[in-house]
């Protein structure tokens, strides 16, 4: 009995009553959005890692800021091992040779994606609907009718409380596309969307989330060309609507978040296992839930349609397909901006 008692604590000394993780000691950078972002990216998808024993790096700042990082890095080893980036920089991250390819089989969450929201170069895990969103309540005191297109913010009575996204904010070339071919022009020639700017005639352009957060709470700002999910982050604070302008034969404009594995990045197999984790519903809910953000997986998509309080967003898959997806392949960003500069000079 004394030899069995010795071996069975022999045992438990050479094994450890703790779990022993699959990534235990492995440390994953990726490079990712800050503030609430990346808050929810550590409780969700940073805690699951640490459960199996890797821990999760953030390196923070805009997707064009971490890619001028990783332009910068060339020849030596990236800054980050992932990054979550948005469409408009896709075709420059794969142009440099910048992606390692993905091993989906590794990342099989992505079944519950629609198939065209992911390859071997990138995976999707959110979407923001673009559009218009404005203080209901402002707009029913002042008798003001509810604006249903990008040229209806153009409105005398609403001088002194329309803001659009500057050029360099993140929610620019939705907006900026979608008054384009409201306007009759095409990502290929954005002269009537910049000249419908002109006519709203804005009384600020915001450059961050916050900034534009703190108008619409405050209510300084009446109504702007943001993405719907202000709608949620400002519950209690504002009462504020969404609406989605006609763009084509479709209705308002996504942006899109992908998550890329970086050539020359260090964990492959761990990279994709944390894709795996954005796809997983804790982390699909609580991109809606806390961040605002709309998700990717059908079961969550699913999940919210069957709550109350939600239908200020396009939730199902049938209604996500017919919003406007921009044709990137016909976007120089250089060229917005230089003539966005041009249009804004007196």
Do not use: C
Request: hydrophobic share 45%.
């Amino acid at each position: 009995m004394r030899l069995i008692k010795a071996a069975l604590a022999l045992l438990v000394l050479s094994t450890g009553t703790g779990h022993a993780g699959q990534f235990d000691g492995v440390v994953v950078r990726i490079g990712t959005f800050g503030g609430k972002w990346r808050d929810v990216v550590e409780k969700t998808v940073g805690a699951a890692f640490e459960k199996e024993g890797g821990k999760l790096e953030f390196v923070l700042g805009q997707p064009a800021d971490n890619l001028a990082r990783l332009i910068a890095a060339r020849g030596a080893p990236p800054p980050f091992d992932m990054l979550e980036t948005l469409d408009n920089l896709l075709p420059t991250l794969k142009a440099g040779n910048y992606l390692s390819p993905i091993d989906l089989t590794n990342v099989p969450n992505t079944s519950k994606l629609d198939p065209k929201l992911f390859d071997t170069d990138k995976v999707m895990v959110w979407v923001t609907e673009e559009g218009i969103v404005y203080n209901r309540k402002i707009f029913a005191e002042k008798n003001i009718p509810a604006p249903t297109s990008y040229g209806d913010l153009s409105n005398p009575a609403l001088k002194g409380h329309v803001s659009l996204p500057d050029i360099n904010a993140g929610g620019s070339i939705p907006a900026l596309v979608g008054m384009t071919k409201e306007a009759g022009g095409t990502e290929a020639d954005i002269t009537p969307g910049l000249a419908l700017v002109r006519k709203i005639a804005p009384s600020n352009f915001w450059s961050s989330s916050s900034v534009l957060q703190t108008g619409l709470a405050s209510g300084d700002i009446w109504v702007v060309a943001a993405q719907a999910g202000n709608v949620q982050r400002l519950r209690g604070q504002a009462d504020l609507a969404a609406v989605f302008p006609h763009v084509g034969d479709k209705v308002g404009v996504l942006k899109q978040g992908y998550l890329v594995k970086i050539a020359g990045g260090a964990q492959p197999k761990a990279v994709e296992w944390i894709m795996n984790q954005f796809l997983a519903m804790p982390m699909q809910l609580a991109t809606f839930n806390q961040a605002g953000q709309v998700p990717v997986n059908n079961d969550a998509l699913e999940e919210l349609l069957k709550l109350p309080g939600n239908d200020f967003l396009r939730l199902a898959p049938s209604d996500i397909a017919g919003m406007y997806r921009i044709d990137f392949s016909k976007v120089n960003e250089a060229a917005y901006v230089r003539a966005w500069n041009r249009n804004q000079a007196p």
